[in-house]
């Protein structure tokens, strides 16, 4: 099946926030933000803002009426409009309320803000050595003795690498529109990926109790993580406005400006040591993670934290100490982001794994499969978790014989081996991702079903669809247990009125825990229907079967519609409230150890690149990609969600470079700066497939495994490449070291380092 919104999106009659008609009075905000990293506010005059054209009024802190915070974890560190000081260029100190939006926009440059400057700090390593504090605690993952063993060990090397952040650039930005009722009440249109947290924020913001405010999300254009918390501060701006003027305000920051206002994935520092034998077998680890966190806590805690359990990839490590040091910077403050710190710690794994191949002089690919998990020993993580479902193996076997990897890499090598210009690199790496929430409580989701007496559905559920196809998932899993067609079920917007209480849809969980909520809703109402139906025909249970849009009972057929009439008739509850929590799970933060996931998704991917030696410029051949996705949904969404995940990926670790002056300033704040791959720039030969004999060994919605974020880190294949490519202007005897992204300047300036020697 297609996504169900296949067609709108490229007709452009998908409806999103922006498009929601404007009633009479509707006015709009917009931001004014900071020009210091770390100042005290010590005067705001809004004179000639007051007098501009259109003003209605500017909100500042002072008008606040509840709490000016919109911290996700309660920290009460992440103003909505800064106080007595800001601690990042671009934060958010007034807003400007305007009968246009262009009015809003020209007034808030007009404001005049006097700052007394104070010290900043904005890189991650250069915080933690000046002893900067931690925006949230930090994490220990330890077993076994990872400094004996690193001392006993018959080789062992060191070294540090930088890994970039990541804008989300999501093609639909920030946006918030919210509509005042009467006593507390307001309503949000939002583009959010959270919108319990949106509602809790609102009326955290207005001091009034939840059930006065209502979010609601049809769609968005795009998320990645980016709208799972940042959102918060766009709803509180609009629904703080809207019930000052008792008029519809909307708030859309343009692209310079989202950019410099929001966070981004958080960029990793990382210092690691490892031990290992004469086969490359790694004895034992010993890494610190130092990230840019920003100036709040916002996600970082968890970030830090799950970069920590991906440390390993799909790797065995005997002996094991691992350090999060999420460091408090003056720049905004970070967030999730697809991976959710996840692919900062598989880039660690394949440094360390290409460190002891360059060591060796053996291939990279040797030494992943000498180290991978087993399954019966050499099976458990960092964080105390067996692997109980290791498939990396078979995958990376499959794909080594289906990609004709082996004589390709020769190819690889007899063409660099002639010294041109133009050198190649090839690399097959692995991925192994855990699938659930680290905060176990996020692990539920409910799910709202009603079947009307004309035979239609209408089914809503906790999750938002933001283009990866939730929605068109969902309402299959419902149309199987009902054995209907799909035409016959709406979905409707994702609303806190009708399912409370929910998660964000972000941790790949989305199909997982909503499909399941609403496989329990149909199953509730099914159950209903099958005890009429034994009633009104005198017959056994075993006897009424769903077959497609009728019920057959005994030897007569029932049109699903007309059964339905008459179960209506008869009183039977029609609708039903379902609801899912994963099972298993469980995770104790302070002694580093648990079962934080519910399973494993994995995946390979082989990638071939070309780069030019003179200039640093590259571009990918070739890349071949084999994915588990257990018992797929829907294969063609699937499929997508890979593709698009993988070129994100190496976006990330290519072209994606952001880059803050030394007074703080983000520069590359537009599409102008900063650089996403291009249709262009996708692998000129790109096969992907999905793992066909794979099944979720856990009880998972028809045991499928979750697909959004594991194959992201697939792009670290290309990344892997380029190293392979530059090394050979050392007869591969070093390890290039390249810092993420590798932009052409710096695979140049690795080039020339190695030729210097």
Known sequence: MQHDSAIKHVTGRATYCDDIAEPAGTLHAYLGLSTRAHARIMELDFSAVQRAAGVVGVLTAADIPGVNDVSPTGRNDEPVLAEQKVE??????????????????????????????LPHVLEPDVARAQGGPYVTPPLTLKRGTAETELLKAPHRLKGEMRVGGQDHLYLEG???????????????????????????????????????????VRRMGGGFGGKETQMNLFCAVA??????????????????????????????????????????????????????????????????????????????????????????????????????GGPQGVMAA?????????????????????????????????????????????????LEQNADYQSRRQAVLDWNAKGG????????????????????????????????????????????????????????VVAEELQVDIDRIKITRTTTEKVPNTSATAASSGSDLNGMAAQDAALQIKER???FAAEQWQTDRSNIRFIANAVQIDEETVPFADFIRQAYMARVHLSAAGFYKTPKIHWDRATGKGRPFYYYAYGAAC??????????????????????????????????????????????????????????????????????????????????????????????????????????????????????????????????????????????????RLRRG
């Open 88 to 117: 990042f260029w671009g934060q958010p100190v007034f807003a400007v309320v305007a009968e246009t939006r262009d009015a809003a926009r020209r007034a808030a440059r007009l404001a005049r803000i006097t700052y007394e400057d």
């Open 174 to 216: 920030h946006i918030a529109f919210a509509l005042p009722g009467e006593d507390d009440d307001v309503t949000v249109h939002s583009s959010t990926q959270h919108p319990t947290e949106a509602q809790h924020m609102v009326a955290h913001v207005l001091g009034v109790p939840s059930n006065a405010v209502t979010v609601n």
């Open 239 to 340: 629904a703080v406005a809207a019930k000052k003027w008792h008029r519809p305000v909307k708030i859309r920051p343009d692209r310079d400006d989202d950019m410099s206002a929001t966070g981004k994935r958080h960029d990793f520092v990382i210092d690691y040591e490892v031990g290992f034998d004469d086969a490359g077998v790694i004895c034992a680890v010993k890494a610190d993670f130092t990230a840019r966190c920003g100036f709040s806590s916002d996600l970082s805690g968890p970030v830090t934290d799950r970069a920590l359990f991906h440390a390993d990839n799909a790797y065995y490590y005997p002996n094991v100490l691992l350090n999060s040091h999420p460091m408090k910077t003056n720049t905004v403050s970070n967030t999730a982001f697809r991976g959710f």
């Open 350 to 398: 394949e440094r360390i794994i290409e460190e002891i191949a360059y060591a060796l002089g053996r291939d990279t690919f040797d030494i992943r499969k000498a180290n991978f998990y087993g399954t019966e020993t050499r099976n458990v993580t960092p964080y105390h978790q067996t692997v109980e479902d290791n498939i990396a193996p078979r995958i990376v076997s499959e």
């Open 421 to 476: 210009v133009i050198r190649r690199g090839i690399a097959l790496t692995p991925v192994k991702f855990g699938i659930s929430f680290t905060a176990t409580w996020y692990n539920q989701a409910g799910a709202l079903l009603h079947i009307y007496t004309d035979g239609s559905i209408q089914l809503n559920h906790g999750g938002t669809e933001m283009g990866q196809g939730l929605n068109t998932k969902v309402a299959q």
């Open 529 to 531: 229907l099958t005890d």
């Open 607 to 752: 990638s071939e690149v070309s780069v030019d030696t003179l200039t640093g410029e590259y571009r990918v051949e070739r890349t071949d990609i084999l994915h588990d996705v257990g018992r797929s949904l829907n294969p063609v969404i699937d499929k997508g969600q890979i593709e698009g995940a993988f070129v994100q990926g190496m976006g990330w670790l290519t072209t994606e470079e952001l880059w803050w002056d030394a007074q703080g300033q983000l520069r590359t704040h537009a599409p102008s700066t900063y650089k996403i791959p291009l249709a262009s720039d996708r692998p000129r030969i790109f096969n992907v497939a999905l793992v066909r004999w794979s099944e979720n060994r856990e009880n998972t919605i028809k045991r499928s495994k979750a697909v959004g974020e594991p194959p992201f880190m697939l792009g670290i294949s290309v990344f892997e490449a380029l190293s392979h490519a530059v090394a050979s202007v050392a007869e591969y005897q070093t390890c290039p070291r390249l810092d993420a992204p590798a932009t052409p300047e710096r695979v140049l300036m690795a080039i020339e």
